[in-house]
Structures are given as structure tokens and as C-alpha cells.
């Protein structure tokens, strides 16, 4: 799920033309929050390589600008 949350916010920010429609939540700041929730629900062990807390918020800040 969060893979498919990344994706979307990859292709709003190229692709989609920054249409929330093209978004999972339908909107930026819910798609943010969804990503946040889940990222923060993994252990420190389990939380994915290839997705920082510092890149979600680089993220935010494009997307909700």
C-alpha cells in the first residue's frame, strides 16, 4: 500500500499535472497523512529502506505547497 501511496504522489507531481484525482486519497494532505500513518506503524527494524521520514516530508512540502 504505501509503494502504491508513493507511486501516486510521484505521478501527480510529473505526469498528473498535479490533479488530485489522480491521487489514492483524492487529496494531498490526506495522501500525506495515509503515508505518514503507515510508515510510522512499522518498528524501527521493519520501516522500508527505500522510503525516509525525511523524503515524505520533501514530499509534503512539493505536493501541499
Do not use: N, V
Not at 59 to 64: G, T, V
Request: aromatic residues 16%; glycine residues 4%.
Amino acid at each position: 500500500m504505501l509503494g502504491r501511496l508513493i507511486s501516486d504522489c510521484e505521478y501527480y507531481l510529473g505526469y498528473g499535472y498535479r490533479d488530485p484525482d489522480k491521487l489514492w486519497a483524492h487529496d494531498e494532505k490526506e495522501q500525506i497523512e495515509k503515508i505518514k500513518k503507515i510508515w510510522l506503524s512499522f518498528s524501527e527494524l521493519e520501516k522500508p529502506e527505500w522510503l525516509t521520514w525525511e523524503q515524505i516530508i520533501a514530499y509534503e512540502k512539493e505536493m501541499c505547497k
